[in-house]
């Protein structure tokens, strides 16, 4: 892997790239980056190299006739919930014969990759919105900052920064309606 003319391009080119083209060879390069970690996932859920294998396969065919369709961001975590997916589907369809255990244990994995996902884009939001407040004028970002994140009322905004009662109300205004443009702004461009 290291060999290839590619190793130091990164997921995001490559992807840009195939969405630039539609040439499945830049899809190839990322496929084959992820091979090993497919086949773990495959493993992991279906205890059975043979399945895990076939698994992997199936899941290069979805990804080669499923990823003009979307959009994606993040390449491996994308990559990462096809094959899961594809091997809970698999397990599913064997579902008559495995026992009530593993229906949990599928259950608690399945909470337990949403509340991740969940997580990361909280995390995603908060770093958007960290920024966005970088961006508003120094009265907007002083007052909403004060006032949101330091829980200070009106009148300590007015007594900490000179301002007056009815300057602080219109910083903490305006800067409110401006955070939330800027932030739907940025997400927007980064969906």
């Known amino acids: 892997m290291n060999s290839s003319p590619y190793s130091q391009t990164s997921d995001q080119e490559l992807l840009d790239r195939y969405y630039t ?16 970690l497919l086949l773990g996932v495959c493993m992991k859920y279906l205890k059975n190299e043979e399945e895990a294998k076939d698994s992997v396969q199936q899941v290069f065919l979805k990804t080669i006739t499923e ?5 994606v961001e993040y390449f491996k ?9 594809h091997c809970l589907m698999k397990l599913r369809d064997k579902q008559s014969k495995q026992p009530a255990e593993l229906k949990e244990q ?38 909403v900052t004060l006032f949101y994140l330091e829980k ?8 900490n920064t000179g301002f007056t009662l009815m300057q ?24």
């Not at 955070?179 to 997400?187: A, T, V």
């Open 21 to 36: 083209s539609q040439d499945n060879q830049w899809l190839g390069i990322l496929l084959e980056r992820y091979t090993l």
């Open 67 to 71: 990823l003009h369709k979307y959009r």
């Open 77 to 85: 975590s994308w990559l990462y919930m096809v094959a899961k997916n």
């Open 106 to 143: 599928m259950a608690v994995v399945t909470e337990e990759e949403n509340s991740k996902a969940i997580h990361i884009e909280k995390e995603r939001q908060l770093e958007l919105m960290t920024e966005s407040l970088g961006e508003l004028n120094k009265e907007q970002k002083q007052c």
């Open 152 to 159: 200070k009322s009106y009148q300590e905004i007015s007594l």
């Open 168 to 191: 602080v109300k219109s910083y903490i205004q305006n800067g409110k309606r401006n955070l939330k443009l800027l932030l739907e702004e940025k997400l927007k461009s980064k969906a």
